[in-house]
């Protein structure tokens, strides 16, 4: 088990650093937060500064050609540049341009090869908005995306309960995979969770028309970046954390 400790964990140092940079945001677009939120965002401040002070994150500035500029180089620089894009241009992706994506991630792995990972790609706005909004986690950005991806699995080829978790499993290779697509045919994009309720599911499946025999994997929103934008910071662990020799 993890243990957090706010005067070792540069994970949670960060974590209060985003509160602080969302505060100071706000504040410099004079743009009034709830008051119960801002309560609650600085008793979080100011508890984990009872035992460390902790500076503002800054995002970080950057131009659309320097952003795709790595995506035809090595794959450790090419990973590295893809980043969660939330500023998107009016500019409208053809179709074909995220198709071109896909039948590159048609090479994922899957269990015994049975390729369940699915992709609906949504174009009208207030469809997209719907979706979006029954997801709950694009609120500040996500009527901004031009094209929504949502990436399903399908249960029907797994035969017990033992396979329970194949479908995300495989399903997530998928979603990742679409990514690095995505940014190779400089598209900007960003992923957002689909661990739902029962009740929010039957919700996505109706409005999505999608069969029930398909879980929710994931989304992801779509769009061409403006000339200028900004990226929010994304601490990463160090390689001794998370890797372990045995």
């Known amino acids: 088990m993890i243990k957090y400790d706010l005067s070792t964990s540069d994970q949670v140092q960060h974590a209060i650093g985003v509160l602080k940079e969302y505060l100071l945001f706000h504040s410099k677009q004079e743009f ?3 008051s119960q939120l801002e309560a609650r965002i600085k008793k979080t401040i100011n508890l984990a500064e009872s035992k460390i002070t902790t500076k503002a994150t800054n995002q970080l500035s950057t131009t659309k050609e320097e952003y795709f500029r790595n995506i035809n180089s090595p794959f450790n620089l090419f990973s590295d540049s893809r980043k969660s894009i939330r500023n998107y241009s009016e500019e409208d992706i053809p179709i074909e341009s995220i198709k071109s994506a896909l039948n590159i991630v048609l090479n994922t792995p ?4 049975r390729q369940t ?3 609906y790609i949504f174009k009208n706005k207030n469809q997209i908005k719907e979706i979006i909004d029954i997801q ?3 609120g500040g950005f996500g009527y901004l995306a031009n094209k929504l991806v949502v990436i399903t699995a399908e249960l029907g080829v797994f035969g017990g309960a033992h396979e ?3 479908a995300y499993i495989d399903g997530g290779i998928f979603a990742m995979n ?5 940014h190779a045919n400089s598209i900007a994009c960003c992923i ?12 996505l499946h109706k409005i999505c028309e999608i069969d029930r025999n398909e879980v929710f994997i994931a989304m992801i929103s779509c769009g061409y970046p403006t000339d ?4 929010a910071t994304s601490h990463r662990y160090e390689l001794n954390r998370i890797c372990h020799i045995k």
């Open 192 to 203: 957002l969770n689909c661990s739902n309720a029962p009740g929010k599911d039957k919700r």
């Open 117 to 119: 990972s699915r992709a």
């Open 228 to 231: 200028n934008f900004s990226i």
């Open 136 to 138: 709950g986690g694009a």
């Open 32 to 34: 009034k937060i709830s």
């Open 110 to 113: 899957s269990a015994c090869n």
């Open 164 to 166: 329970r978790y194949q």
């Open 178 to 182: 679409m990514l690095y697509a995505l």
